[in-house]
Nanobody
Framework: QVQLVESGGGSVQPGGSLRLSCAVSGSGFSITSMGWYRQAPGKQRDLVAAITSGGTTNYAHSVKVRFTISRDNAKNTVYLQMNSLKPEDTAVYYC?????????????WGQGTQVTVSS
């Protein structure tokens, strides 16, 4: 069974920083892509950043330069370093991973972690 455990959310003032982590546990699979999405109240869930198994990254235009996604393959963990946070970054952030298991491609979501940017 695959489980995702997120941590690192919280409240911060504009201009501050937070680091999110998402650890994937389980066995019998290999992780392909890992990413972060966010959903603000009343809005759809949107991609923030993603990283492939080879390290290729992709960012939403609104977070480029400010956010950095990285992964530790040995720990099956993906990180999102968020700097220069703005009030519009306030949302629930969800970890998403794509895995291959028995030749099937499956996706899993974390439980979500709240990020609030406010003065």
């Amino acid at each position: 069974q695959v489980q995702l455990v997120e941590s690192g959310g919280g409240s911060v003032q504009p201009g501050g920083s937070l680091r999110l982590s998402c650890a994937v546990s389980g066995s019998g699979f290999s992780i392909t892509s890992m990413g972060w999405y966010r959903q603000a109240p009343g809005k759809q869930r949107d991609l923030v950043a993603a990283i492939t198994s080879g390290g290729t990254t992709n960012y939403a235009h609104s977070v480029k330069v400010r956010f950095t996604i990285s992964r530790d393959n040995a720990k099956n963990t993906v990180y999102l370093q968020m700097n220069s946070l703005k009030p519009e970054d306030t949302a629930v952030y969800y970890c998403n991973v794509a895995i291959t298991r028995f030749n099937n491609l499956l996706t899993y979501w974390g439980q979500g972690t709240q990020v609030t940017v406010s003065s």
